[in-house]
């Protein structure tokens, strides 16, 4: 956004939280006197290692930040004009985080990180197509044991950096007095253009299970029970058999309390259930599950559990198609509108009550870009015209299976300077996020007075964007 300046931009990124392996764009605009050496060359020769920061608890290496250049090297992104003194800058700001977050005894578990680094390594060897060893080598470890050590203190310095920025930022919030003056004070001149949005409807049949189908799956995890009672290991079982793409991974992990997003069904077995226990097969909108409880701690609960979703016959996907057809040739002839019919046939219980109409879940609100639709969501909609419904399409939920579906534009809304009436609850979004920045910096500043800094001589010509040197 034009409002916003490049310090405000880099410490906006930072709020949201993008933590972890690196992009060129969240490397922070420390501006450089001197620069002891670009991104240019830090291939070219190796250097002695050595200390080259402190920062309260942590030290930072030399290596380290050749480390995090080549990193983003490696995800596609030019390093050809991040030196060596903004990148210094970054990984201080991290440590500063991580450093306070021990001292607020902010609290990330070595299950947590351990089913993290799991999920991420995973991700790593699928994109690269490589191995373990491929891995090792390319990170300069000796062993598949100590990359893991690397990588776990990676995870655990990100998770507390992360941890305490969030507790940072949640605290703060906006009236709608400050959202107004936020915007008077942009100069018309720098006003944002929105892009062209669209808000949607939807209507969603799921294919009917047959009893047949779902007991199949009952007796398959019957038969695991049996299995882990003669000594097979509930893990392997979930990483061989389980359907659940979030757990899957790393054995079915999960660490719940009262308050986690989970449908009602899956917390009510896991809170009934004690230290060691496995539950009956029970049923949710996803499929069948059984749950192994590990610990109970206070209020969370740390367990593992495989779900696996009853196949849809080729009959029960017919006969789907055949009502959803049905359903548009009804609202095209005008014999009822999509809103009622969204509310008295669609399947989908999030969208169904309010006609079909889809929240965007970034924004919270109605309206969706169009450049930022996925690709399957933007193929139906992108030619249809204000009221025209797509054809019936047959969709494959990763999690609830294949669906049948057709979508409305309810409203197409052209590309247009913010607008305070039209836009209020992106401008909100700004505002809160300007709010964010200032408190996060305000923090940051703070901080720095009261925390054990050193920078090595080499790095205390850069010009930094925070006040590490406490000139």
Known sequence: MKFINSKNLVLLLLTLGS?????????????????????????????IDGIIATVGDYIILDSDIDKNLIEIAASGNDVSKITR?????????????????????????????????EEKIDIMLEQSRGSMDDLVKFYKKNSEDEFRRYFFDILKLNKLTSAMTNSIIDKVEITPEEVRNFFVDIPKEELPVIGDEVEIAQIVIQPKITKEEKQKVIDKLNEFKVDIANGSSFYSKAVLYSQDPGSKSNGGYMKVNRK?????????VAFSLDEGQISEPFETEYGFHIIYIEKIKGQDVELRHILIAPKVSEEALKVAKEEITMIRKKIVDGEITFADAARSSSDEKETKANGGTLLNPKSL????????????????????????????????????????????????????????????????????????????AKWTDEKIKETYIKINNEYRNCDFLNNWLKK
């Open 365 to 440: 609100d109605t309206k969706f870009d169009m450049t930022k639709l996925d690709a399957v969501l933007y193929g139906q909609v992108s030619n249809l015209k204000t009221g025209e419904i797509s054809l019936p399409y047959v969709e494959d939920d990763r999690t609830k299976g294949k669906l049948y579906k057709i979508m409305m534009v309810t409203n197409r809304i052209p590309s247009h300077a913010v607008d305070y009436s039209q836009d209020y609850l992106k401008i909100k979004e700004f505002a809160l996020r300007d709010k964010q920045i200032k408190e996060v």
């Open 19 to 47: 933590f972890g392996m690196v992009k060129a764009q969240e490397v922070t605009t420390d501006t450089v006197k001197k620069a002891p050496e670009t991104s240019k060359n830090f291939k070219g020769r190796m250097k």
């Open 260 to 268: 986690s997003a989970l449908v009602k069904e899956f917390k009510e």
């Open 85 to 117: 003194c903004q990148m210094l800058g970054k990984l201080m700001e991290e440590r500063l985080y991580a450093h306070q977050a021990k001292q607020d005894s902010i609290v990330v578990s070595d299950a947590e990180i351990n089913s993290t680094m």
